[in-house]
């Protein structure tokens, strides 16, 4: 069996970032995109942490630290946002909020 | 082994990324998204990055997930219904599209697979590395990267902030309200748009019956912002 490489790692991220890109598109659910964009940090979380390891350079694990506080951030924001939008329009759905007027 | 726990671990990223898009629940597919997260935690601890796997574990698949599961159950949220594509005549396109892009990736990868960098192995420098310890991690944090970590801090303040601003529910009652328990007590403020200022309190068990007190009948009632 051949050794896990660095390549593999990224391999892995890619996947998973593509995955999140293509249910942001696809998704309608507000909650739902938000999930995939929680996705898409991961899959760049996972490569930070491949790198780390490979260089043996503490740094990338400490931009890992700092994404996963914004992603914290953004998950409060978000779904403060997500709730007020809710109380306005009795729906989640992207498609009934494309305007931002009312 | 290594290469048994990547391929056990990355399967199970992938399926439950999949799964995730594919659900149609929102409950469903956040399930999923937490067997994501337990997956790239088990990642972690093959990269050797122990602190990390835990955080990940604490943070993601503790503390942001039940704030989605909890907005999720809060709002009641149905399974989506079955629509229409928006731009079905694009499906050709993408497909191209995406082979191309998988095409491109194989070709990096596999070529990345040759170059000549040494390849990932922890005992190929020779010296027990501890990148991804807590104390290397602590020391990283309150040195060289300082700055960042005490912007964070101010960020999180911000989010605090902003999520309390946008979840407020925005009410007929005032600071300067007097409010009793027990019973509904407005201020002559509440129901005369005229007397800004006068605060004194009327009690009764509904808004009319107040104004009816208070000689106001007829006035219109402020507008509930």
Redesign the interface.
Known sequence: ????????????S???F???V??VI????A??M???I??ML?AV??TF??F???F????G??F???V??????????G??????V?RNRES??VDDSSVLKN | M???L?VLL?GL??GS??A??VQRN?LY??IS?IG??IA?AG??L????P??AA??II??AG??MV??VF??M??N?EE?EH?PLRMGYLTVIAILLAAI?FGE?GFI?YF??NSP?E???PNA?GNA?N??LTA??G???FT??LL??EI?SV??L???V??????RRVGLLRPTDLVVPGSQVLTRQTLDPKAIGDATEVESSTTAEAARVLGLEGVPHRREE
């Open positions: 069996m051949p050794d896990v490489s660095l390549s593999w790692y990224l391999a892995l890619a996947v998973l593509t995955i999140g293509a249910g696809i998704k309608r659910n909650i739902s938000f999930m995939c929680e996705l991961n979380n996972l942490v491949a780390s390891s490979y043996r350079d503490v740094s694990q400490l890992v630290f700092i996963m506080t914004v992603a914290a951030a953004e998950a409060a924001v779904l403060g946002i997500i709730l007020a809710f989640l759905d | 290594t290469t048994f990547f990355a990223a992938i990324a999949i995730m898009v929102p597919s956040a998204l994501v997260f790239l990642l972690y093959t990269l050797a990055a602190f990390l955080i990940q943070v993601y503390a942001i704030l989605v907005v999720i809060l709002l949220v989506e629509k892009l990736a990868l990345m697979g960098l390849p990932l192995n420098v590395s990148v991804g290397s991690i020391t990283g944090l060289t990267y960042p970590f964070t960020l999180l911000m989010a605090i902003g999520a309390m601003t946008l979840a």
